[in-house]
């Protein structure tokens, strides 16, 4: 493999690289792009030191350098199947390539992601979520809520944003509602005025019983501070004592801010969440 | 440190018609996701319902239903989690269900969900089964069949 030219760094007639490069194995980073190729490099009998080690890919021949293993790969399309092989170069040329990794589909990375997780205590009516990173472009959060409404039959759930305990929500909702003890069944189509918190369900169920509600909440463009911020959410509650009672909702809040969003508190009326309350807030990324 | 999460667990797309579609590696998560995307073959108003571990009773549910021809509301205790009603011919339709704490052996198992039908209708449904038993399988059934195409993905979500 000889060639015959001067090496700058050692000054002396040096050949290309004759070691043997074992390739290892081909793995995904996690970012969707990026690959991380291992490999073994033998010891060298007649060419000059190697500078480095170029991973290339097949298809597309996207590649990566590196002074000892692995070399990372940047470039690649998630979803594409791709395979690599190793070659040393040295201040002569490169020597011979080392056979093909293993085949490697990279997977898009998840773009939602569990932030924090809340319980209720039995104590207090509000939970809140506070150091919320900036990272993301939407904020959902997900859980079964329960409240004891005690000697009251309904109970409202809501959002404040920024601890703000002004007049500065609105609401609307739609939901069904069944009562069994009456056999009444309704669709109700409701705006709850300008409130102290963004309304995020109606309870309508039984005194001095557990009221569960599971829900999921969308709070859109949490960062933005040249709109105001509305969030949305669907939810509803079953329960059978005191004749069977049940309500499904879709409710939308509207917060009369552009400040952007860096807490948010779980809000219960007439009740406090109970131990067996559990939220988690998720962000929501964009490409 | 968020954890990533929203795991596609199981896809499964209809090779031929079928009545019953079923998830039994359900992994352990949260909560699931179930999107279902496809049309039926009946040629009038079918049904679509949840049971969980095959069970067939202790559900009870409410839903709210908006169509061309008004808003309505229904509930009641049933032998199955009713998902959607009055889904009608062979339009395209979506379900998007969420199930909560399906691993969890001290509560019952809530669950809400979304669905559409064409140009025909909107719902949402709350509902339980009223059991303690983790969930280990979740079935996807109808009254008349899903057509061949259909597709029902299940995700796991994780909490932080």
């Known amino acids: ?287 | 440190m968020p954890t990533a999460t929203y795991d596609l667990i199981q896809s499964q797309t209809l090779g031929s018609s079928a009545s019953t579609v079923t998830f039994s590696s359900l992994g352990s998560y949260q909560d699931l996701v179930l999107i279902v995307q496809g049309t039926h073959t009946a040629v009038s108003s079918s049904l679509d319902y949840l049971t969980f571990n095959g069970s067939a009773s202790s559900y009870d549910s409410a839903t709210n239903y908006a169509s061309a021809a008004g808003a309505t509301a229904n509930g009641g205790s049933y032998t199955t989690a009713y998902l959607q009603i009055n889904n009608v011919g062979t339009d395209p339709f979506m379900l998007h269900i969420d199930i909560f704490n399906y691993r969890s052996t001290n509560t019952q198992k809530h669950y809400i969900s979304k669905g559409s039908s064409g140009q025909r209708s909107y719902d949402m449904n709350v509902g339980r089964w009223i059991s303690t038993s983790a969930v280990t399988s979740v079935e996807v059934n109808t009254l008349s069949s899903f057509a061949s195409g259909t597709t029902f993905n299940l995700y796991g979500i994780s909490v932080a």
């Open chain 1, 1 to 287: 493999m000889a060639t015959g030219q001067v090496s700058p760094k050692v000054g002396k007639i040096v050949d290309t690289p004759d070691r043997t490069v074992t390739i290892g194995t081909a793995t995904d980073s996690g970012t969707g792009s990026v690959a991380s190729v291992a490999f073994t490099a033998g010891s060298e009998t007649t060419g000059g030191p190697v500078f480095y080690y170029t991973a290339t890919s097949t298809p597309g021949s996207f590649t990566g350098t590196a002074s000892t293993s692995p070399v990372t790969v940047s470039g690649l399309t998630a979803g594409t199947a791709y395979t690599f092989k190793v070659k040393a170069t040295n201040a002569t040329g490169s020597g011979p390539e080392s056979s093909a990794s293993n085949s490697l589909t990279l997977v898009e990375p998840n773009s939602y992601e569990a932030i924090a997780t809340l319980s209720g205590n039995g104590s207090s009516d509000t939970i809140t979520f506070t150091s919320i990173p900036s990272t993301y472009k939407h904020l959902q959060i997900r859980g079964v809520n329960v409240v004891n409404y005690g000697s009251t039959d309904y109970g409202n759930g809501g959002l404040r944003f920024n601890s703000d305990t002004g007049g500065n929500y609105t609401n609307h909702s739609i939901r069904g509602y069944w009562d069994g003890s009456t056999g009444n069944k309704q669709g109700i189509n409701y705006t709850l005025g300008t409130i102290t918190y963004g309304m995020i369900f109606n309870c309508f169920l039984n005194q001095n019983q557990d009221s569960v509600f599971p829900t999921v909440i969308d709070i859109l463009n949490y960062k933005d501070t040249n709109n105001r911020k509305v969030a949305r959410a669907y939810g509803g509650s079953t329960y059978s004592t005191q004749g069977a009672r049940a309500i499904i909702q879709g409710a939308s809040m509207f917060w009369d801010s552009t400040s952007a969003i860096t807490s948010i508190s779980l809000f219960a009326s007439n009740g406090n969440w109970n131990a067996k309350t559990k939220f988690t807030l998720y962000g929501i990324k964009d490409s």
